[in-house]
């Protein structure tokens, strides 16, 4: 299976952007579905977007939409979030995941986990 290595996270003023990455190991990253998850210390894991693995079909949670874009690339086993507009209540550690259900935005229906990265917006 897959290896995942997240990227990108920071501290950014609200309104600002940010842009992670997920970098996969392995020959089989575009079998999985892929997907980002966020947590903070008094809430539970939470999906945030996931994408098909071509790529053709995005979803999101309510809280992002319209803000936050999700996108592979498959060539480079990459997958990406841009995160426009952000909001201090989008501060949390953000995780890669990979699964090989289609569609899934529980963190129990995720094979694989990345390590995380820490995403820190101030008011």
């Known amino acids: 299976q897959v290896q995942l290595v997240e990227s990108g996270g920071g501290l950014v003023q609200a309104g600002g952007s940010l842009r992670l990455s997920c970098a996969a190991s392995?020959?089989?990253?575009?079998?999985?579905?892929m997907g980002w998850f966020r947590q903070t210390p008094r809430k539970e894991r939470e999906f945030v977007a996931g994408i098909s693995w071509s790529g053709a079909r995005t979803y999101y949670a309510d809280s992002v939409k319209g803000r936050f874009t999700i996108s592979r690339d498959n060539a480079k086993n990459t997958m990406y979030l841009q995160m426009n507009s952000l909001k201090p209540e989008d501060t949390a550690v953000y995780y890669c995941?990979?699964?090989?259900?289609?569609?899934?935005?529980?963190?129990?229906?995720?094979?694989?986990w990345g390590q995380g990265t820490q995403v820190t917006v101030s008011s």
């Open positions: 392995g020959r089989t990253f575009s079998s999985y579905t």
């Open positions: 995941a990979a699964s090989h259900r289609a569609p899934f935005n529980r963190p129990e229906e995720t094979d694989v």
